[in-house]
């Protein structure tokens, strides 16, 4: 079973209340979905996902709150769209994880991980059509290593992208994962990652268009909460940290939001211990004032 990170960490922040509304954008597994139903008396939740499969899951972990839970399956960009089309109230508080679920990352057949053979896949929604053997078999060279330096922050990318091109047609996650690890040094230091880790995490964040997708998030969901609302976002990269970083600063200059994280809020040593995946995971929250975002002068 998926185990959601930060879990009391994001009840605190949002300030989970008796009846209130709850939008989880990145419903995942349902980890934290359950948490705030069972924290609340009468809460209302919508839950959104882009996977079918991971919608399928909190379904059933959600079984208990039936007729408290409302699933859709949907991308977190069209966030305004979708929760208009609930039918639901503005929200007292929102949730957006941006990691990956472990079923998700153990399942071969979806080729996230590096470490089970499966088809190099990586699509969220399987009705996408563009996949990470798309991109590694037929990107210019130039092109695939400017993207996994970009977006996987990847300082060797120019030597695994010539790799990649001279190992083509490239089929299987573990043929990709041993190109890469052939092509770059050793990682070395406390917690040393594999040699493919940034690569795959540029492939699917490029499939999946992970970083526009969060950027048309953030812009929309202060339209989904109501004065007072509060807004948790968990983020697992740099340049998404960033990004949520940015987005409630200006939220705050404009008197729209008042900022609840001045530092990125870390798990416990406890927590990484027992759930080594939440080692890179960083929150940051954000309560609306009320303000009405200021017209520009024409």
């Not at 190109?179 to 493919?196: F, Y």
Request: charge should be positive.
């Amino acid at each position: 079973m998926h185990v959601p990170v930060l879990v009391r960490e994001v009840l605190e922040y949002l300030a989970v209340r008796t009846a209130g509304t709850y939008i989880d954008a990145t419903v995942n597994g349902g980890g934290h979905a359950e948490a705030i139903l069972r924290s609340s008396s009468g809460a209302r939740l919508l839950g959104i996902d882009r996977d079918a499969a991971m919608l399928d899951a909190a379904r059933q972990r959600l079984a208990p709150f039936e007729g408290s839970a409302v699933l859709v399956q949907g991308n977190f960009a069209e966030i305004k769209q979708l929760h208009h089309a609930s039918g639901f109230p503005p929200a007292d508080g929102l949730i957006a994880d941006l990691g990956l679920s472990s079923n998700q990352l153990d399942e071969a057949g979806r080729g996230f991980s590096f470490e089970r053979e499966g088809a190099l896949d990586m699509r969220m929604d399987a009705s996408s059509s563009r996949t990470a053997s798309d991109l590694v078999n037929h990107l210019p060279e130039r092109e695939l290593a400017d993207l996994i330096f970009q977006l996987g922050e990847e300082r060797h990318s120019r030597r695994i992208a010539r790799a990649i091109m001279k190992a083509r047609p490239i089929h299987k996650t573990t043929e990709l994962a041993q190109v890469v690890a052939r092509a770059i040094p050793p990682r070395t230091g406390l917690h040393p990652i594999h040699p493919a880790t940034r690569t795959f995490m540029a492939l699917r964040m490029a499939v999946n268009d992970e970083m526009g997708n969060l950027e048309a998030f953030l812009d929309r969901s202060p339209g989904v909460l109501g004065p007072g609302g509060r807004m948790v976002v968990i983020s697992f990269h740099s340049l998404e940290d960033r990004k949520v970083k940015q987005n409630f600063l200006k939220l705050s200059r404009e008197g729209r939001a008042r900022l609840l994280t001045k530092k990125i809020c870390r798990p416990t040593d406890a927590e990484m211990a027992a759930n080594p995946r939440s080692r890179s995971a960083k929150l940051r929250a954000m309560e609306m004032t009320g303000m009405e975002p200021k017209l520009r002068e024409e």
